[in-house]
C-alpha cells in the first residue's frame, strides 16, 4: 500500500502560480510514474499530467500545456506540480496517483490516490 499526500494548494488570482507537491511514502510495485487529475465542482475528474519515475517521460493535459510542469525528485519520492498563468477554469480540487500504465490519462488506471488539494483561481 503506496499513501500519497498532496500539499501547496491555495486561493491565488488569475496569472498567478502555485506549486503542489505530491510525497509518496514509496512506490508501489510495477509502478510506472505518479500523475495529477483535478476535479471541479459538478465535473469528472481529468487529467492533468504524469511523469515517470525515471523523470525522462512526461505527458500533459492539452488544456494545460505550456503553462504547467512536473517534475520529480527521486531521492523524496515527491512529485511536483508548477502551475503557472493559472486561469479560474483551473479551480479544482487537485490529486496525485500512481499508474502501472505509461502515458495513462484514464483515472481508471490509476490507484493510491491522495486527499487531494484545493486550488481556487479568482479573476
Known amino acids: 500500500q503506496v499513501q500519497l499526500v498532496e500539499s501547496g494548494g491555495g486561493l491565488v488570482q488569475a496569472g498567478g502560480s502555485l506549486r503542489l507537491s505530491c510525497a509518496a511514502s514509496?512506490?508501489?510495485?510495477?509502478?510506472?510514474?505518479l500523475g495529477w487529475f483535478r476535479q471541479a465542482p459538478g465535473k469528472e475528474r481529468e487529467f492533468v499530467a504524469l511523469?515517470?519515475?525515471?523523470?525522462?517521460?512526461?505527458y500533459y493535459a492539452d488544456s494545460v500545456k505550456g503553462r504547467f510542469t512536473i517534475s520529480g525528485d527521486n531521492a523524496k519520492n515527491t512529485v511536483y506540480l508548477q502551475m503557472n498563468s493559472l486561469k479560474p477554469e483551473d479551480t479544482a480540487v487537485y490529486y496525485c496517483a500512481d499508474t502501472a500504465y505509461s502515458g495513462s490519462s484514464y483515472a481508471s488506471e490509476y490507484d493510491f490516490w491522495g486527499q487531494g488539494t484545493q486550488v481556487t483561481v479568482s479573476s
Open positions: 511523469i515517470s519515475w525515471s523523470g525522462g517521460s512526461t
Open positions: 514509496g512506490r508501489a510495485v510495477g509502478s510506472y510514474g
